[in-house]
């Protein structure tokens, strides 16, 4: 009620003064509902923020035939693994333009790990299941956050200034960003729509059930 | 309309008429019927037709959709796009494998930006990959990113075939779309016989670009001809001759349509064929028709001389009737209204017959005019004053001749004499008013008025002796005795009519005249006249001629104040 409210008005709230800003943003889709997800990312427009890729590798585990976690946000040189927790071997691929790359049928902790190198989406597909589906979003900023259950994501340590806020979000129908500026003073909320397409993920069957996929 | 003088020809004529129309109606609209379920079975023939066409495309391009989906989900299709640059070459080949494995003879990958990768070549050149662009566009946008269409590849060659199309997305993984394949199933000559053999219809595929479509492919060698492309835009049936036969041809138009022109598959059954069956069955209600027609006609004929044949021998016997001829009779010999009338017809001329002996006798019995009058007047009472001249004549000494003959004898005398004076009478425009014993009373002006009566009954009275004369030459050669009389004429007004009661009466005259004349003839036999005529004044006034006469002087008679002038006629002058 009070987040309907909030979007009914439009409000802009200044919730914190310090000398870094946070910028939270609230992803609701036309009708009102939450959307999940999606990776809010800003880019400085004054002065463009190098990026640091962790040291350590970012995992996207495949657990029950199913990639973990959906959608992972990582910035350019960032590594990443695919440990396989399953008892059957996945073929891990993308034909992305952002990073193509295949790591053929393995089981347990694969040694290889991924540099991607470029920003854009990249979409998994296992060759093996599928169903199985995820995407890696690779940014070119250090400044971005992925949206929970509730819609929300907070992006944080922003010093002021003005910066342009995308949503990006695997069914996205059309590019959302707009420009916001950063004050001293204090942080933000943007409410922003996204339209999604349909989920068109293939729908797996139970195991018991033995009808196959649809 | 035409008046008939013979009914036998109005009763064969309405007979064979109404037979005539029931069975021609009888045939016309069997032959309707036959007609028109042949167009209803072809229509329903023709429609399952179409629907099978459209059941075989759609079936065949599910099956090779669900067949590219496949191979969009085969790993050896993503290996192409894990290189940067997929190789051409590898791309071709592998497509060609991929046809193969389809069976069809074409397909083509194109990107998600609507531009070709690579595709099979072979009988589809670069230039007919436009249409499959198109396609892409439209699968993108749809919910199920699929679509099919038909199209003319190579759209810009002449000699180009109908093709339905269809393009499938590939995913790694689904949802994520990163190519299309298109695929191309031709509408060829193959599938024409095969859907005639399935739907048991002639089977044509038609392309035009402009306003004339063309056949590209038939069943119907060399039979099909251009059509206008206005009758191919919407599903319509007509029926039109080829090669000089009747077919009715259900066409549809090919939609969607990608490429530039118009599609139709027109299917075709051939009427005669289709009517080919029911022919027999008009056949043989044709010669139906004929047989009831000759059947109707002959039992027309032998009804019209029953019927006619009586009519014309009771039209003969009227004939006969009229020429008064009542003793002849029809034989009845059916008991119908013909029957009925034939009786009647016998007992009218019973009934004429009957008035006819009436008048005969009649005429024997009253003198002709009188029984002429009878007839006419209907023997009413009353009577008229009017001027008569009534004559007198008897035979003397008869009683005494009587007396020495037999009494047949004596009447067949009687009637000799009175016919010959009779004769004499009538001869003279008289009436025999009645005979008296052997006396006969005469009188002329009555009952038909006539100016001369005076002197028709003296030339009457002049001509009777020697009409005596003669009978007493007779009489004397059969060596009888001879007879003699004498005549008494008078002129007077008198009541003339018919005298009695209603049940009998006498046309008879009535009058002091009548007495006179009565008297003159009495007065022949007195010796002082020594006449056999005398006639009165009156009379001789009265006559318009001249007689040689000897004035008697004048005679009391009974019942007359003054005497009556008495003349004895010698003869004319």
Redesign the interface.
């Known amino acids: 009620m009070t987040r309907a409210l909030v979007a009914t008005l439009g409000l802009v709230l200044a919730l914190r003064v310090s000398a870094s800003g946070t910028v939270r943003v609230l992803a609701k889709d036309p009708k009102g509902a939450p959307v999940a997800d999606a990776v809010a990312f800003v880019e400085a427009l004054d002065a463009p923020a190098p990026v640091h890729p962790p040291a350590d590798p970012v995992a996207i585990v495949q657990k029950d035939q199913e990639f973990v976690p959906y959608v992972t946000p990582i910035v350019v040189g960032t590594r990443v693994s695919f440990p396989n927790k399953d008892t059957v071997q996945h073929?891990v691929?993308?034909?992305?333009p952002a990073k193509?790359?295949?790591i053929p049928l393995y089981i347990g902790e694969s040694s290889a790990t991924i540099l991607f190198d470029r920003p854009g989406p990249v979409?998994l597909?296992?060759?093996i299941h599928?169903?199985?589906?995820a995407y890696v979003y690779v940014l070119a900023t250090p400044y971005f956050a992925k949206t929970g259950a509730d819609g929300v994501a907070d992006i944080a340590g922003l010093p002021p200034g003005r910066y342009t806020l995308e949503l990006w979000h695997p069914?996205l129908a059309a590019r959302v960003d707009r420009q916001i500026t950063i004050e001293a003073s204090g942080d933000t909320v943007q409410e922003v729509s996204v339209t999604l397409r349909?989920?068109?993920?293939?729908r797996r069957a139970p195991e018991s059930d033995g009808a196959g996929y649809r | 309309m035409p008046q008939f003088r013979r009914f036998g020809t109005r009763l064969l004529l309405l007979i064979a008429g109404v037979v005539a129309a029931a069975q021609v109606a009888d045939y016309l609209l069997v032959v309707r019927a036959n007609r028109r379920n042949a167009i209803d079975r072809i229509h329903e023939n023709l429609a399952k037709g179409a629907a099978l066409f459209s059941r075989r495309v759609d079936a065949r391009l599910l099956e090779l959709s669900g067949r590219a989906a496949l191979m969009s989900?085969d790993?050896s299709i993503?290996q192409l796009?894990?290189?940067?640059q997929p190789d051409p070459a590898t791309v071709r080949s592998a497509l060609r494998s991929y046809s193969v494995r389809m069976g069809v003879p074409f397909m083509t990958l194109i990107s998600t930006e609507g531009a070709r990768i690579g595709d099979t070549g072979g009988p589809l050149p670069e230039a007919a990959l436009r249409p499959f662009e198109d396609l892409v566009q439209t699968a993108a946008a749809a919910?199920d990113p699929k679509a099919t269409a038909f199209a003319r590849l190579p759209s810009t060659s002449e000699d180009g075939k109908v093709f339905a199309l269809l393009v499938v997305p590939i995913?790694?993984?689904?949802?994520?779309i990163?190519a299309w394949i298109g695929l191309a199933l031709p509408i060829d000559h193959r599938f024409a016989e095969e859907l005639k053999s399935d739907a048991q219809v002639e089977v044509t595929f038609y392309y035009g670009t402009g306003e004339t479509m063309v056949p590209v492919e038939s069943t119907l060698p060399g039979a099909a001809g251009p059509r206008s492309a206005a009758d191919l835009a919407e599903s319509a049936v007509k029926t039109a001759n080829v090669s000089g036969e009747p077919y009715v041809t259900a066409y549809r138009p090919l939609l969607p349509l990608v490429t530039h022109g118009r599609a139709a598959i027109a299917l075709q059954r051939s009427l005669g064929a289709e009517l080919a069956p029911s022919l027999p069955l008009e056949r043989f209600l044709l010669v139906l028709l004929i047989a009831s027609l000759v059947a109707a006609a002959l039992v027309a004929a032998v009804l019209a001389r029953n019927m006619s044949r009586p009519l014309r021998s009771l039209a003969d016997h009227t004939r006969v009737i009229a020429g008064g001829d009542y003793l002849t009779r029809l034989e009845v010999t059916r008991a119908d209204e013909i029957g009925q009338l034939a009786t009647a017809f016998n007992q009218m001329s019973e009934g004429l017959a009957e008035r006819d002996r009436v008048r005969d006798l009649l005429d024997k019995n009253v003198s002709p005019e009188v029984a002429a009058q009878l007839m006419r007047d209907g023997g009413a009472l009353g009577g008229e004053e009017r001027e008569v001249t009534v004559l007198f004549v008897d035979l003397r000494s008869f009683t005494r001749l009587s007396e020495s003959l037999p009494p047949r004898d004596v009447l067949h005398l009687l009637n000799r004499y009175f016919d010959r004076m009779s004769s004499i009478v009538e001869t003279q425009h008289g009436i025999v008013d009645k005979y008296i014993g052997d006396a006969i009373m005469a009188i002329f002006g009555a009952p038909v008025a006539r100016d001369d009566h005076a002197d028709c009954a003296i030339r009457a009275a002049l001509g009777m002796p020697s009409a005596l004369a003669g009978l007493n030459t007779e009489l004397a050669t059969e060596g009888r005795q001879t007879l003699s009389f004498g005549i008494g004429i008078n002129t007077s007004r008198i009541i003339a009519g018919n005298i009695g009661s209603s049940r009998r009466l006498n046309y008879s005259v009535v009058g002091d005249g009548v007495n006179v004349a009565a008297r003159l003839q009495d007065l022949t036999r007195m010796s002082q006249f020594r006449a056999d005529i005398l006639v009165s004044a009156s009379t001789l006034t009265s006559a318009k001629r001249r007689y040689r006469v000897r004035d008697l002087g004048a005679a009391p008679v009974r019942g007359r104040d003054e005497p009556v002038g008495i003349f004895a006629v010698d003869g004319e002058e």
Not at chain 1, 93 to 96: D, L, Q
Not at chain 1, 198 to 202: L, N, S
Not at chain 2, 171 to 176: C, F, G, L
């Open positions: 073929h691929y993308s034909v992305s193509k790359f295949e979409t597909g296992c060759n599928d169903w199985m589906v069914r349909p989920d068109r993920r293939i | 989900d790993y993503r796009f894990l290189k940067d919910d995913y790694a993984p689904k949802p994520e990163v």
